[in-house]
Nanobody, 124 residues
Framework: QVQLTESGGTLVQPGGSLRLSCAVS????????MAWFRRTPGNDREFVAA????????KYSDSVRGRFTISRDNNANVVFLQMDSLKPEDTAVYYC?????????????????WGQGTQVNVSP
């Protein structure tokens, strides 16, 4: 059984930093690309960042590029999202997801497994 479990979400002030983690079990982690998406109330799920299993290339949305960094630890089966210079508009539930694809990683339909999400609130 595949499980993705996010952690690290909390309340943080604007300009602050936060690191999300996603622990993965039940699949050969090194052969899966990983991504982070987010959702705010009333909106569709939005792509945030992805990292390819094939060459560890990274892709970011325009809204987070330069502030967020995605990374992975294939020994520990964990993917991270380092979030710096946080803004109130980053407030959302953040989800990690896995896919066997290695290109066009911003497309949510390509992802087979999803976590339950972790809430990030950016507020004074």
């Amino acid at each position: 059984q595949v499980q993705l479990t996010e952690s690290g979400g909390t309340l943080v002030q604007p300009g602050g930093s936060l690191r999300l983690s996603c622990a993965v079990s039940g699949l050969r982690f090194a052969l899966y690309s990983m991504a982070w998406f987010r959702r705010t109330p009333g909106n569709d799920r939005e792509f945030v960042a992805a990292i390819s299993y094939r060459d560890r290339s990274r892709k970011y949305s325009d809204s987070v590029r330069g502030r967020f960094t995605i990374s992975r630890d294939n020994n520990a089966n964990v993917v991270f999202l380092q979030m710096d210079s946080l803004k109130p508009e980053d407030t959302a539930v953040y989800y990690c997801a896995s896919t066997g694809h290695y290109s066009d990683l911003s497309a949510s339909y390509k992802y087979d497994h999803w976590g339950q999400g972790t809430q990030v609130n950016v507020s004074p």
